[in-house]
């Protein structure tokens, strides 16, 4: 009974990302439009032309973590949370760099991603059998 359960769990789960993913197209195709026209708009406002830049990317990143979920057998690996979040502390810094206590923060929450990415490429990225929940009924 258990592993019919995780089956339709597993199936929900990919259904949702899958549909996740589509919007996540559909808006980054709709951020590049946005792009491209204030390329060609003679509006001298660049923070709104670095905002839409780092919005695309973190589409983009969301989108091809679910194409990495895909690839690594229905497991989200943690070092790219990581480097999503140092990517996103960076973007961050970028944008609103006004106040340097906050800039300070931010840069040690950087620190701290990259000394835990350091601990995890660090141990092995071997997994256990990822069915052994499995084979105990069995």
């Known amino acids: 009974m258990g592993h019919y ?15 996740l993913g589509i ?6 195709i709709r951020e590049l439009v946005d792009f491209f026209r204030l390329i060609f708009q003679s509006d001298d406002d660049y923070k ?7 919005i695309f990317f973190l589409y983009f990143e969301f ?11 229905y ?3 943690l070092r790219y949370f990581i480097y999503i979040g140092i990517t996103a502390m960076i ?3 970028i944008v609103s760099h006004d106040e340097p206590v906050a800039t300070l923060l931010n840069s040690l929450v950087i620190l701290i991603l990259i000394i835990c990415n350091f601990i995890i490429n660090l141990t092995p990225r071997e997994r256990p059998e990822s069915k052994w929940y499995f084979k105990i009924k069995e």
């Open 63 to 73: 989108i091809a973590m679910i194409v990495k979920y895909f690839k690594e057998d």
């Open 91 to 93: 973007r961050q810094i």
């Open 48 to 54: 709104i032309f670095l905002e839409s830049i780092l």
């Open 23 to 28: 919007i996540l197209l559909f808006l980054l």
């Open 5 to 19: 359960i995780t089956k339709i769990f597993q199936h929900v789960l990919n259904f949702s990302l899958i549909t």
């Open 75 to 77: 497991h989200f690996p």
